[in-house]
């Protein structure tokens, strides 16, 4: 396997993705897509270990907010966070007011560069804030398609699981989001204060069923 042992997750180490939006450089772009098509989804699992937690140094480095949330999670022991991610995607474990979870891992054959976390159903609460996917892109590894990635091969997931559309929310100033999801079809349903966030909040549908 090509998994790399304690590796350090530095930038040169991951993979150049970034898609020219010159209409010359026609090569580039196709190698580009070649590259992003060696993407994939994987379930969490053992072999990423190095991997994940210089994921979350970068998080932390930067002091950023934890997206999605079970980056949180408790992971010093990580055969212990994989069994909860695990329950937690067949609704096991949960607390109150929570519904059934699935986290994924955007991978190459070393790295995870992203992780999603697709709610299989919407609460009151999800359907005001939070909707059913939030996605986070390993920093060093943003402005390269992986985010729109990300969400393509959720929305897959999505699907896969019988549901006919998907509600995103997202800060208004969160324009890498906002471009994310509308390059996946999003259609913005409404947007609002949430004093909670002290922002605006947007709400956007995507529909499932044309995929
Ligand atoms: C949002 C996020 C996932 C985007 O990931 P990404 O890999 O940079 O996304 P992409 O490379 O697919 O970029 C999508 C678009 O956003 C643009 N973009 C990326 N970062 C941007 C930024 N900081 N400001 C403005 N536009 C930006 C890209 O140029 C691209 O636009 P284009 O399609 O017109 O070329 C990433 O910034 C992230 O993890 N943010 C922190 C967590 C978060 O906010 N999650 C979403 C919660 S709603």
């Given at each position: 396997m090509a998994f790399a042992q304690g590796?350090?997750?530095?930038?040169?180490?991951?993979?150049?993705?970034?898609?020219?939006?010159?209409?010359?450089?026609r090569a580039a772009d196709a190698l580009a897509y070649c590259e992003l098509a060696l993407l994939r989804l994987v379930k969490p699992c053992k072999d990423y270990e190095a991997s994940y937690r210089s994921l979350l140094k970068e998080f932390e480095t930067r002091r950023e907010?934890?997206?999605?949330?079970?980056?949180?999670?408790?992971?010093?022991n990580f055969s212990e966070l994989i069994g909860k991610l695990e329950e937690n995607s067949k609704g096991?474990?949960?607390?109150?007011?929570f519904v059934a979870h699935s986290t994924y891992w955007l991978v190459t054959d070393s790295e995870i560069l992203g992780v999603s976390n697709l709610r299989h159903r919407l609460t009151p609460e999800l359907r005001k804030e939070g909707g059913n996917i939030g996605y986070g892109i390993r920093p060093t590894a943003r402005r390269q398609g992986h985010g729109s990635e990300l969400l393509r091969l959720t929305l897959q997931k999505a699907k896969e699981l019988g549901l006919a559309k998907v509600l995103l929310t997202c800060g208004k100033v969160n324009l890498a989001s906002v471009k994310v999801i509308l390059a996946n079809g999003g259609a913005l349903e409404s947007e609002e204060f949430v004093a909670a966030r002290n922002e605006v909040v947007q709400r956007y549908w995507i529909d499932l069923v044309q995929l």
């Amino acid at each position: 396997m090509a998994f790399a042992q304690g590796h350090s997750g530095t930038r040169s180490s991951l993979p150049n993705l970034r898609i020219s939006r010159s209409r010359r450089n026609r090569a580039a772009d196709a190698l580009a897509y070649c590259e992003l098509a060696l993407l994939r989804l994987v379930k969490p699992c053992k072999d990423y270990e190095a991997s994940y937690r210089s994921l979350l140094k970068e998080f932390e480095t930067r002091r950023e907010r934890l997206i999605p949330f079970p980056l949180s999670f408790p992971h010093a022991n990580f055969s212990e966070l994989i069994g909860k991610l695990e329950e937690n995607s067949k609704g096991l474990g949960l607390p109150d007011g929570f519904v059934a979870h699935s986290t994924y891992w955007l991978v190459t054959d070393s790295e995870i560069l992203g992780v999603s976390n697709l709610r299989h159903r919407l609460t009151p609460e999800l359907r005001k804030e939070g909707g059913n996917i939030g996605y986070g892109i390993r920093p060093t590894a943003r402005r390269q398609g992986h985010g729109s990635e990300l969400l393509r091969l959720t929305l897959q997931k999505a699907k896969e699981l019988g549901l006919a559309k998907v509600l995103l929310t997202c800060g208004k100033v969160n324009l890498a989001s906002v471009k994310v999801i509308l390059a996946n079809g999003g259609a913005l349903e409404s947007e609002e204060f949430v004093a909670a966030r002290n922002e605006v909040v947007q709400r956007y549908w995507i529909d499932l069923v044309q995929l």
